[in-house]
Each structure stands twice: as structure tokens, then as C-alpha cells.
């Protein structure tokens, strides 16, 4: 997952993939890396990475969605759509977030 996937200030020829009123403005792998926590999902965070419409912008965090035997690791985040869903929604309430504004 890249950051650009739930960027606010992308648009979707860019990279964003969730709608503008559920992405969040300059997303940075490390805060996916606190909701991949925060969601007990296992995950690598790939500092050396860029998405190629974001180079700019580097790193992208791998997530398992489930384990060896195909069950799902969290019933609320099955997928990668509804983890960006579900980070678009958590990253605002980031206590980094929160103590910016």
C-alpha cells in the first residue's frame, strides 16, 4: 500500500483510489504503519520504495490480510479496499495528527 493510495491531494490519474471525502491530505507510510498496528495486521514498512505516479514521496507498507491457511487476520480490514477505508478514516485521529492542528 502506498501513501498515495489515500492521499486527499492526488487525484485518481495520480494514484488516489478512495474517494476524496474519505482520503486524507499527505498520508506517510509510517502513520500506515500505526494503523497496520493499531489493526493487529502483520506488515512491512519498505522505506526504499516508491510508487512510480509518486516517486517523490518514497516507501510502501506490505500488509498480510491473512494467514497461511486463508483465514482472515481482522474481520473489520478483509481486504486492501477496506483497509484504505478504514486508514482514511483512523489517520486524522492520529496523535501526531491531532497535536499539528
Given at each position: ?53 509518486d516517486w517523490i514521496n ?44
Open positions: 500500500v502506498y501513501p498515495a493510495y489515500i492521499d486527499k491531494n492526488k487525484s485518481v490519474s495520480e494514484g488516489r483510489r478512495v474517494p476524496k471525502e474519505k482520503a486524507v491530505p499527505e498520508p506517510n507510510v509510517a502513520e500506515l504503519g500505526e494503523i497496520c498496528l493499531y489493526l493487529e495486521l502483520r506488515h512491512v514498512i519498505e522505506v526504499r520504495k516508491a510508487y512510480p505516479r518514497p516507501g510502501r507498507v506490505k500488509i498480510e490480510f491473512t494467514d497461511e491457511n486463508g483465514k482472515i487476520l481482522n474481520e473489520n480490514v478483509p481486504n486492501k479496499k477496506a483497509f484504505l477505508l478504514k486508514a482514511g478514516e483512523l489517520i486524522p485521529k492520529l496523535k501526531s495528527r491531532v497535536q499539528k492542528n
